[in-house]
């Protein structure tokens, strides 16, 4: 059966649409104990390396990009990543592979500072920044991605890599 272009306007579509609009993404998610797959000893390797030489990172995040959406890393290196949502809804920085190839000291949001969590998700509502802070274990090239839904098959996708 051929559909037709007015099946565009049913309300199912609307819905979808106004649920892309008000952005219920996954939410910000970080664990207080690491998952399996996670970097441990999380504590002492934040404790390792110099917080004063902390490399600053900047990436936007509007609709539907990162910018930069290729980000290089040192392992061993601690950085300061500030996550800005510049766009009009929110956006997620999430990159599983990458999340569990850092040791993060701290997470800090509009709500609060979090210490030493277990990156899940990272959801940035549009107009906040998130700053993470963390050092780099494993190297590896992580996909990154936003996960509201279709933000990245309209391109809100990246690459991260761990040297
Ligand atoms: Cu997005």
Redesign the pocket.
Known sequence: MIQRPATLLTPPILALTLFLLT?C?AGTDLAQRPPPGYVGDVAARVSAVDWAQARPVTVQ????RFQPDRLAFERGTPYRLTLENR?T????FTSEGFFKAIAVRRVTTAQGAVETPALVNLEIPAGQADVVEFVPVEAGTYDLA???PL??S?G?TGTITVR
Do not use: I, N, P
Not at 61 to 64: G, S, Y
Not at 89 to 92: E, I, L, N, R, Y
């Open positions: 952005g993404g995040l509007d609709e539907f766009g809804v929110a956006h997620t936003c996960h509201e933000h990245s309209f809100m």
